[in-house]
């Protein structure tokens, strides 16, 4: 039987390292019930026993300022673990321990895993474990999650302490709140409010903190008792403000670190050396962060990373194109002319191949900013664009939002429009979640590569960074617009601690990497297929009239009527032997005459194919758009591909792939979808960039405009990001096409 444990801490405390550690690659991840923010379980199998262990969301603090600190909460109070590991960063441990107070107060068995014990040591920090463990009454284990120091001894400690119960921490704070919390608590117990889930005092602190989920659950529970406890809490915030000029939550505040203080005191910390000195970090921080000279370096951070991504990617995607480009030919040859066999090259193979075979470059750009994130640069980018995000109408907050939409090509918008919880200010957070979905996500990136490898293949990675650039340029001026305009507003200030430099293990970097591509290739298995089934239907029904598929059929005929029966005979062994897999042979002992006859017939079935294609649903709704979107030389195809991107922007690649692949003349000279672009009539880089830059500013996935509307508390808001970025985007590209089109002629 195995037993509960929930894994807590701070924000870069190393929280995640250890679980990876714990659990390895017996994890999976999911949502909390009800709500957005991750759940990540695995189990930890060891000679000290079984553990179930849930890595609860990094929060600071247990009062419900934000989502995950109410999941956090929420989970130890509904789940009841039999004990909280809570990961406490040895090199900031008096700010740490604010939230180890607050888990000792919930009266819930804790030990703490003091981290980074080699950080401190580099900074001449020496921690009496056993008197630290004696003054706060719970089990310290010390150690090193990225190399696993300390695990074995945790897993025992656990072991030891699982079942035993914990004596509730009383911290008193000031003769004023105390007051007020004898009196709370005394009510509280008399009438069971809320006893069933919390502690009588605990529940009072809330009320003095106003913790808004407590006070809303008391009102459901008994609201007479609630209306007398919110009494006394005005009475003596009242007070406070007249006497002290402050509110009961900065008084308990103030008096849970004087408790830390007490402890930390009684020669628990020793330096060994001057503990002021310059650190590695700090001077790492002096030129990566210096004003001028970081975005420099950022910069060339971020080529580095598309040089890597693109350089050791062309390999293995080529392997990839090469596998379904074998698959399609197996299809090809195992099934008969048909609808079936249309829906499996073309619909499957072709749509989702060309999704998945991007595969491996996406892997890599994982891999690199997996690197970067645990490293600690990632906060240091956070870190100095703050400074260009204020001239915007931002918050510097918003800019791990940016980063984790796709700042660093390769994220995600819902995660993004989600991470704009930590902002405060309503209308910051509301012009952050209306511009990350310009960043440059994981499901734009294959629409990138591929117009990339196609037209910009001996410049990729600085197109790369081009694109980049264009993405948060484009989100920051419209930014700046929308706080001009809709949303105006005052700028809050912007305070951020930063972890220190890391040497990111090998285990947790792969752990990162394969969680973010599983994901991409779950969408695309799923998703992105059943997406790409409706579109090859709307793009194969209804098919060609009779008259019209009779006049292909007589002009196939007219070309055999004068060939020569040796010629047919060529051209039937041909076919014969294709089956056979022995294409290439044969193709060089066809007569010239042969030759001419063979690309005719192919030439018609093409054409055939096209106007197929273009009198479908799909090719129909395209070619409507194509009297407006000329403009901005998109023709039809690109047209279905687009609006199917509006449900998911890998499906323009899909969809691209599936369009351009019906009634291909020869599939033996063109394997993949770029070398079919290249050659396809009204395509070239201005096109290509031109789409580009019409994929990075128009209109959110589908999930993502649910995502906006959920946070944004409003359909309105939803609706305007669909319609705004689309006719922006749109804009942008007819001008691009247009300017270019002239320079070019």
Request: one cysteine or more.
């Amino acid at each position: 039987m195995s037993t509960a444990i929930a894994l807590a801490g701070n924000p870069n405390s190393g929280k995640t390292t250890l679980f990876n550690e714990l659990t390895g690659a017996r994890q999976h991840v999911g949502n909390y019930p009800g709500v957005t923010v991750e759940k990540k379980q695995g189990t930890c199998v060891s000679d000290s026993g079984k553990f179930d262990i849930v890595d609860l969301p990094g929060t600071y603090s247990l009062t419900a300022y934000s989502l995950e600190e109410v999941v956090a909460r929420d989970f130890l109070v509904n789940e009841k673990p039999s004990m909280i590991v809570n990961i406490v960063d040895a090199s900031n441990l008096e700010r740490n321990l604010y939230l180890s107070v607050q888990f000792m107060e919930m009266g819930i068995p804790v030990t703490i895993a003091l981290n980074m014990m080699d950080v401190a040591k580099k900074r001449g920090i020496k921690i009496d474990i056993k008197k630290l463990s004696k003054l706060l009454n719970v089990p310290v284990v010390p150690t090193i999650a990225r190399s696993g120091e300390g695990k074995k001894e945790l897993l025992q400690t656990i072991a030891s302490n699982v079942n035993g119960k914990a004596e509730p921490l009383t911290i008193s704070y000031g003769r004023d709140i105390d007051t007020a919390l004898d009196e709370m608590e005394e009510i509280i117990q008399s009438s069971t409010f809320l006893t069933a889930r919390y502690r009588a005092r605990w529940t009072a602190i809330k009320y003095l903190e106003k913790d808004q989920q407590i006070v809303e659950s008391g009102k459901k529970e008994d609201m007479k008792v609630a209306l007398q406890l919110e009494g006394i809490v005005k009475k003596v915030t009242g007070h406070l403000l007249a006497t002290l000029d402050t509110h009961p939550e900065g008084i308990i505040a103030d008096h849970r670190y004087g408790f830390i203080n007490s402890v930390l005191k009684q020669n628990v910390i020793g330096y060994f050396q001057d503990k002021n000195r310059l650190q590695l970090s700090d001077k790492i921080d002096k030129a990566v962060t210096n004003r001028f000279l970081g975005p420099i370096i950022m910069v060339g951070i971020l080529m580095g990373l598309y040089k890597f991504t693109f350089t050791y990617s062309e390999i293995p995607v080529g392997w990839f194109e090469s596998f379904f480009g074998w698959i399609g030919g197996i299809a090809d040859n195992a099934l008969p002319e048909g609808h079936l066999k249309s829906l499996v090259i073309s619909g499957i193979i072709d749509g989702v191949g060309g999704v998945l075979g991007f595969v491996p470059l996406i892997m890599f750009m994982f891999l690199g900013i997996a690197f970067l994130e645990d490293s600690g640069y990632l906060a240091r980018m956070a870190f100095m664009l703050d400074r260009v995000f204020r001239m915007f109408g931002l918050h510097g907050s918003s800019v791990m939002a940016f980063i984790v939409s796709g700042g660093i090509a390769g994220g995600c918008a819902v995660p993004g429009v989600m991470a704009t919880r930590t902002l405060k200010s309503p209308k910051e957070r509301l012009t952050t979640l209306l511009t990350v979905p310009f960043m440059n996500c994981g499901a734009k990136l294959p629409v990138y590569a591929l117009l990339v490898a196609a037209f910009f293949s001996k410049n990729e990675a600085t197109v790369m960074l081009l694109i980049t650039l264009i993405s948060w340029v484009g989100a920051l001026l419209v930014a700046r617009l929308l706080r001009s305009t809709v949303i105006k507003g005052e700028s809050t200030p912007f305070v951020m601690e930063l972890p220190p430099y890391r040497m990111p293990t090998i285990k947790g970097i792969l752990i990162h990497t394969w969680e973010r591509t599983w994901q991409y290739i779950k969408k695309a298995g799923t998703v992105i297929l059943g997406i790409s089934i409706v579109l090859w239907a709307m793009m194969t029904f209804p098919g060609l009239p009779e008259t019209k598929t009779q006049e292909f059929e007589s002009l196939r005929l007219f070309i055999m009527s004068g060939v020569p029966a040796r010629v047919l005979s060529e051209i039937e062994t041909l076919e014969t032997e294709t089956i056979k897999g022995d294409n290439l042979k044969v193709t060089r002992k066809l007569s010239a005459k042969a030759m001419v006859v063979k690309k005719s017939l192919a030439q018609v079935d093409f054409d055939e194919a096209h106007a197929g294609l273009k009198n479908s649903i799909a090719g129909r709704i395209g070619s409507s758009l194509e009297g407006i979107t000329k403009f901005a030389g998109f023709d039809w195809r690109t047209n279905i591909a687009l609006v199917g991107g509006f449900a998911a922007k890998e499906i323009v690649v899909s969809t691209l792939g599936t369009a351009y692949s019906i009634g291909e003349v020869d599939p033996e000279e063109t394997t993949s979808l770029s070398d079919r672009l290249k050659v396809a009539e009204g395509w070239g880089p201005l096109t290509a960039f031109s789409l580009i830059i019409f994929t990075i500013f128009y209109a959110p996935c589908f999930v993502t405009v649910v995502c906006i509307a959920k946070e944004a508390g409003s359909w309105k808001w939803a609706a305007f990001s669909v319609v705004f970025n689309t006719v922006l985007a749109f804009g942008l590209s007819v001008l691009f096409y247009q300017v270019g089109s002239i320079v070019l002629t």
